[in-house]
């Protein structure tokens, strides 16, 4: 079982590159998240999704865009990357808000 | 905004001992569902037990259960016989309709052989 994939598992970005966070689930679970854990502390909620085509901001958004046009899919893209988005990133799923969920490896980001 | 405090950066336990990790929350609905999840140093975040806030009865989890104190927004895991494969960060979470899981910044969990 393949659970939730995020590629890639490292990267290292320049200051005002973009790029994209590639997140799938193979358990057909509706809800999606993406969070963010700085050093020592605990996950931020930057944007989640209840379902193909619907997208919703959490805690953090800015600095960051989603879309959600399968139910396995859920990319986080990052615009004009700054050092305060050095971070590790994790994506979730959920068969809803009140049940496990389940991570990804996570995908570390570092903005020099 | 809902907040998820554990006021407990780290914490230490013997091997086979007992030890219980502290989470307070704060709330004003009545219906909502708690979390304790584990980060080992792998990084990969796994579900260790939930609790709903209707049932008054603690939850547990084989060698993991909770202590479950609505009227005071407690929610306190207890490790009994830890094990050395416990050592990980240890984060409490809460959630309830229109909120997404709210996360408390951890506590980091060292067990002693």
């Known amino acids: 079982n393949a659970g939730v994939t995020q590629t890639p598992k490292f990267r290292i970005l320049k200051i005002g590159q973009s790029m994209t966070l590639q997140c799938a689930q193979d358990?057909?679970?509706?809800?999606m998240y993406w969070y963010r854990q700085d050093p020592g502390m605990g996950l931020k909620l930057i944007y989640y999704?209840?379902?193909?085509?619907?997208?919703d901001k959490g805690e953090v958004p800015n600095g960051y865009n989603v879309s959600r046009s399968t139910t396995e899919d859920f990319p986080l893209r990052l615009e004009l990357a700054a050092p305060s988005q050095t971070s590790v990133y994790f994506c979730a799923s959920s068969t809803h808000y009140t049940g496990e969920l389940f991570f990804g490896e996570g995908s570390r980001l570092t903005v020099l | 905004a809902q907040t998820v405090t554990q006021s407990q950066p780290e914490m230490s336990v013997q091997e086979a001992e007992t030890v219980t990790l502290s989470c307070t929350y704060d709330t004003s609905e009545s219906d909502y569902y708690l979390f304790w999840y584990k980060q080992p140093p792998s990084r990969q975040m796994i579900l260790v037990i939930r609790q709903e806030a209707y049932k008054q009865q603690n939850a547990t989890e084989n060698r993991f259960s909770v202590n479950f104190q609505k009227a005071a927004k407690s929610f306190s895991l207890k490790i009994s016989d830890s094990q050395l494969g416990d050592a990980a960060m240890y984060f409490c979470?809460?959630?309830?309709?229109?909120?997404?899981?709210?996360f408390g910044g951890g506590t980091r969990l060292m067990v002693k052989p």
């Open positions: 358990m057909n679970h509706n809800y």
């Open positions: 979470a809460y959630t309830n309709a229109g909120n997404m899981l709210t």
């Open positions: 999704s209840v379902g193909a085509g619907i997208t």
